[in-house]
């Protein structure tokens, strides 16, 4: 525990214990919520893969959905048909531009009791994810982009974006192992440029309460972007130095945050 605090800064009065650490401590027999792991781009679910287990510890049942990355819109239909399909009350968590989809998924979703951000987008209503990236300086992501077009069934085209292999882990990564980036660099899903560019039409941490947090290593989403989008949500935050890939390099740390927002909504 005294470890656990030495890494990171909490703002607020919510324990840092893991899950597990907590259930141990203070006994719980109520239901606990589903939680429901939502990723960015230039990852999928394996990305919470250390996450996932500290929950498991805790006692949550975890879903980490597959997020098309195509577009918050489109995204966030995806994602409510999973929470449609679940039973009781959900905590959904966002990732970078998962941020943006859980925002609008959990829109008129009453079970939808708290939002997670991690590392993430939280825009409101007419903002997309560039511009809230572009209104700060601090991104070195558009140099380490590798871009490939494609062709829709219908004919129509449009981009993928990649991050380039060799600048994966300084990127994305640079806390985490060297062989662990390499395997993510290589498992990483692309996400459709025009996603970057959509603007957001709901913002669901407008009503819900919200949890953040802000990594102060990042190279994707500036720290000043971070804390700009956290304190607007009047979200609960949490800093730690790391990189964007915190649930790989903090997984702990990510669950205990996770498990502040179940117990506080219950």
């Known amino acids: 525990m005294a470890a656990a605090l030495g890494a990171f800064a ?5 324990d840092a214990a893991s899950p597990a650490a907590a259930s141990a401590a203070v006994p719980d027999r109520a239901p606990k919520p589903t939680v429901v792991l939502e990723h960015g781009a230039f990852a999928d679910g394996s990305s919470w893969a250390g996450v996932i287990a500290e929950l498991r510890r805790g006692g949550y049942p975890v879903v980490a959905a597959a997020d098309p990355l195509r577009g918050p819109a489109s ?12 039973k009781g009350p959900v ?18 979703e009453p079970r939808v009791r708290a939002l997670v951000y991690v590392a993430a987008f939280l825009p409101a209503p007419g903002e997309s994810a560039l511009q809230l990236t572009e209104r700060f300086p601090g991104s070195t992501l558009p140099a380490a982009l590798d871009q490939v077009p494609f062709t829709n069934p219908d004919g129509s085209t449009g981009t993928d974006l990649y991050i380039r292999q060799d600048k994966f882990r300084a990127q994305f990564a640079a806390d985490v192992p060297a062989d662990r980036a390499a395997s993510a660099a290589a498992a990483q899903r692309p996400i459709a440029q025009a996603a970057l560019t959509e603007r957001a039409t709901a913002a669901a941490w407008q009503t819900v309460p919200s949890w953040d947090i802000v990594t102060t290593e990042d190279r994707n989403i500036p720290a000043a972007a971070q804390r700009f989008m956290a304190a607007r949500a009047h979200a609960r935050t949490t800093e730690v130095a790391a990189s964007h890939s915190v649930a790989l390099s903090h997984p702990a740390l990510v669950a205990a945050v996770i498990d502040q927002a179940a117990r506080a909504t219950r």
């Open 10 to 14: 909490l703002t607020g009065s919510a």
């Open 75 to 86: 995204d966030a239909a995806a994602l409510r048909s999973v929470i449609d399909h679940l």
């Open 91 to 108: 905590v959904l968590v966002g990732h970078s531009y998962g941020g943006s989809v859980i925002s609008e998924a959990a829109v008129g």
